[in-house]
């Protein structure tokens, strides 16, 4: 099993920044890549970025592209998502996910986060 946390959302202007955090623990080592999905309103839950636990590949949504930063330090078993340039459409709840394969889609991801709010004002 592998457990991870969420942290960091919050309510910030358009143009404004925000850094998720999600914390690993637990069977970590079975971990292949890391993904960030988000879900607004209504709306199927969407991949936004993906980085392997080496940390030597990255993967990003068109709508991302640019704007966010995925990074992962594994001493600290963290990934973060690095917000720049926000917009009002990207108000979503952020997910964390881990899985053992290197993919976008959502069901192939086996653990995930209780994820956190991001509200972007215009």
């Known amino acids: 099993q592998v457990q991870l946390v969420e942290s960091g959302g919050g309510l910030v202007q358009a143009g404004g920044s925000l850094r998720l955090s999600c914390a690993a623990s637990?069977?970590?080592?079975?971990?292949?890549?890391m993904g960030w999905f988000r879900q607004a309103p209504g709306k199927e839950r969407e991949f936004a970025a993906a980085?392997?636990?080496?940390?030597?590949?990255?993967d990003y949504a068109d709508f991302v592209k640019g704007r966010f930063t995925i990074s992962i330090d594994n001493a600290k078993k963290t990934v973060y998502l690095q917000m720049n340039g926000l917009k009002p459409e990207d108000t979503a709840v952020y997910y964390c996910?881990?899985?053992?394969?290197?993919?976008?889609?959502?069901?192939?991801?086996?653990?995930w986060g209780q994820g956190t709010q991001v509200t972007v004002s215009s």
């Open positions: 637990g069977r970590t080592f079975s971990t292949y890549a």
């Open positions: 980085i392997t636990w080496s940390g030597l590949s990255t």
């Open positions: 996910a881990a899985g053992n394969r290197w993919a976008r889609q959502s069901r192939l991801y086996d653990y």
